[in-house]
Structures are given as structure tokens and as C-alpha cells.
């Protein structure tokens, strides 16, 4: 938990670098070019860290649960099955299920989920369970704009959001740091520096 109060859960960079793990774990496909721009970033992220970060970063948790106006919530990184595993707002209904019914047999009863890990933000329902993916705040969603996405919880109700940033100096920090892959480019355009980590239906090209 941090210093803040906030509970915390680890993805699975977190599990990689307090591991010391030669790679971000992401579950890119070998050789794939998210897999080659993964390789910089990863490797600039692991040269930052410390014994004390390392530690702190073992110690967070793969589930929290919060609860929301008397509905409890589920918070993982991608799904409980596998931490890195990446789901869309186009995947089918049962691969959620799958994490659900998975999270009960760990958790009891819960109304919904919180998750992350694709980058996308969106909002399912599945048979009456929400689940809610809030995006990536230091990431923009694949669509053109600079800006960002959060979700938020409101009396059971979910809005997503876009997030206006000073994206000129995160920008300029990565170039000043030697991340010039790709993923600066993204931060001014919107645009990832690679599709094929999306399924068909969110990449670009299939929408023109």
C-alpha cells in the first residue's frame, strides 16, 4: 500500500524488475516489434531501480478489493489467470467470464472489476458483473490524440474520461533519457508505434 493509503497492486512489469528479469513480461510475441521496442524501456526502467524499489514492488499484491457504494470491486492488472493477459473490448464474453469466475473462487462475491493492461479504456457487462478497464494514464489509446484516458465510478455508473497532460515534457524527459523507439512519437500523434499486439477490430488500418 502506498504512503498515500491507496491500496496497490503489482502488474507484471512490477513482478519482472522486482524479480530483476531480463524482460517486461507484457506477453508480446516473440520477435514481434512491441516485443523489440519492449527491450529499450524495460531495460532503461531496470537500470533505475533500487534494492528498496525492488522490495517494495515484491511486496504489493496481485488483487485488492475495494468496495463502492456497497458493490465490491475486483482490482488486477490484466486478468487473474495470467497477470499479463491482454483483453479488449472486442474480446468474446467468455474469456471474461473465465476471469470472473476465477476471482470468485478466490474472493467470494464480487460485483465487478477493475483491470488494466491493454491500454484501452472500456466498460462490459458480463451477465450483470461490470468490468472496467481504466486505460492507461501515461498512454494515449491508439486513436490520434495525444490525450489520455481514466475511467470513473459513480453510483454504479461508469464514465471514461480523456486526460489533457503536459505530454511536451514527458516527451522531452523520454528523448533526454535515450527512449526515442517509438513510444515519444506516440505521446505527441496518439498513435502506438505498433499494431500488432491489437486484435483486428481496433487496428487502424481496419477502420479506413
Known amino acids: 500500500m502506498l504512503s498515500t493509503g491507496w491500496p496497490t497492486i503489482a502488474g507484471n512489469v512490477e513482478r519482472q524488475l522486482a524479480a530483476d528479469a531480463d524482460d517486461c513480461g507484457c506477453g508480446f510475441e516473440d520477435g514481434s516489434t512491441c516485443d ?3 527491450a529499450k524501456w524495460y531495460a532503461h526502467a531496470r537500470n533505475e531501480m533500487t534494492d528498496d524499489l525492488r ?13 463502492v ?4 470491486y475486483a482490482v488486477i492488472h490484466g ?20 476471469e470472473i469466475e476465477t476471482l470468485r473462487d478466490i474472493l467470494g462475491h464480487i460485483d465487478g472489476v477493475i483491470a488494466g493492461h491493454s491500454g484501452i479504456a472500456f466498460h462490459r457487462d458480463v451477465a450483470g458483473v461490470q468490468w472496467i478497464n481504466a486505460g492507461a494514464l501515461g498512454l494515449p489509446p491508439h486513436d490520434g490524440r495525444p490525450m489520455t484516458r481514466y ?21 522531452a524527459a523520454m528523448r533526454a533519457a535515450g527512449l526515442t523507439d517509438g513510444y515519444d ?3 505527441e500523434t496518439g498513435i502506438w508505434p505498433s499494431e500488432d499486439v491489437l486484435p483486428p477490430a481496433l487496428m487502424r488500418q481496419a477502420k479506413s
Open 36 to 38: 523489440r521496442l519492449s
Open 55 to 67: 522490495s517494495r514492488m515484491a511486496a504489493l499484491p496481485d488483487i485488492a478489493t475495494v468496495t
Open 69 to 72: 457504494e456497497g458493490r465490491r
Open 79 to 98: 486478468g487473474v489467470t495470467d497477470i499479463s493477459r491482454f483483453l479488449w473490448p472486442s474480446s468474446p464474453d467468455e474469456d471474461f467470464a473465465t
Open 151 to 171: 475511467a470513473m465510478l459513480d453510483r454504479g455508473e461508469v464514465t471514461i474520461h480523456r486526460l489533457n497532460y503536459d505530454w511536451q515534457g514527458a516527451q
Open 185 to 187: 512519437v506516440t505521446l
